[in-house]
């Protein structure tokens, strides 16, 4: 599985933007995928995570905010993120976990990563 993400870039606090994975493969649908990011000098943290059945779980700090979801007749997957803080400064990677496996919200249950793209949140 190739994970190809896309759509991060410099927008103001408040503001929104709206990252896409596109995914590789014939597995996709099979897979529970997730968004991780990572801000400079910090571990790699959880965002969200979305089942192949399309029921989701997120990090705490991005509830009411964020919204995963996943296409799987287009091997796509999204994150929204809306009402943008600076703290949410950080690398997004779209990741893919095990065939038939259960939500990701760990680093260690994910089996692909895509290359991460940058979101900055500044005036």
């Known amino acids: 599985v190739q994970l190809q993400a896309s759509g991060g870039g410099l927008v103001q606090p408040g503001g929104s933007l709206r990252l896409s994975c596109a995914a590789s493969?014939?597995?996709?649908?099979?897979?529970?995928m997730g968004w991780f990011r990572q801000a400079p000098e910090k571990e790699r943290e959880f965002v969200a995570t979305?089942?192949?059945?399309?029921?989701?779980y997120s990090a705490d700090f991005v509830k009411g905010r964020f919204t995963i979801s996943r296409d799987n007749a287009k091997n796509t997957l999204s994150l929204q993120m809306n009402s943008l803080k600076p703290e949410d400064t950080a690398v997004y990677y779209c990741?893919?976990?095990?065939?038939?496996?259960?939500?990701?919200?760990?680093?260690?249950?994910?089996?692909?990563w895509g290359q991460g793209t940058l979101v900055t949140v500044s005036s």
């Open positions: 979305i089942s192949q059945s399309g029921s989701t």
């Open positions: 990741a893919a976990g095990s065939p038939y496996g259960a939500a990701i919200i760990r680093t260690g249950a994910v089996h692909y």
């Open positions: 493969g014939r597995t996709f649908a099979d897979r529970p």
